[in-house]
Nanobody
Framework: VQLVESGGGMVQPGGSLRLSCAAS????????MVWVRQAPGKGPEWVAG????????YYAESVKGRFTISRDNAKSTLYLQMLSLKPEDTALYYC???????????WGQGTQVTVSS
């Protein structure tokens, strides 16, 4: 299982970013997939998740209406579209295979998102 995130960066409040998570060794459509974030000095926080198959999606209340999780089955890539970013969204963002907070061995290396004016 290998997951490689990309697309992070620094944006101003109100800005947007799209994170990507390229999977190898398995297909994202066959597994539950989640985005998790961890801010400095805080524990990991589940952000969004997508079920396998039909792909029902779920969001944390803190990002509902602003973030969208999606996937490209042909590319075996998971995405997180983030709009109306806030300073409190600043964190290292990870994709992971599984549900809730999966074991660390199923996480990627993370991509940094910084929201600051």
């Amino acid at each position: 299982v290998q997951l490689v995130e990309s697309g992070g960066g620094m944006v101003q409040p109100g800005g947007s970013l799209r994170l990507s998570c390229a999977a190898s060794g398995f297909t994202v459509s066959s597994h539950s997939m989640v985005w998790v974030r961890q801010a400095p000095g805080k524990g990991p926080e589940w952000v969004a998740g997508m079920n396998p198959g039909a792909g029902a999606v779920y969001y944390a209340e803190s990002v509902k209406g602003r973030f969208t999780i999606s996937r490209d089955n042909a590319k075996s890539t998971l995405y997180l579209q983030m709009l109306s970013l806030k300073p409190e969204d600043t964190a290292l963002y990870y994709c992971a295979r599984g549900w809730g907070l999966p074991p660390r061995s199923y996480w990627g290396q993370g991509t940094q998102v910084t929201v600051s004016s």
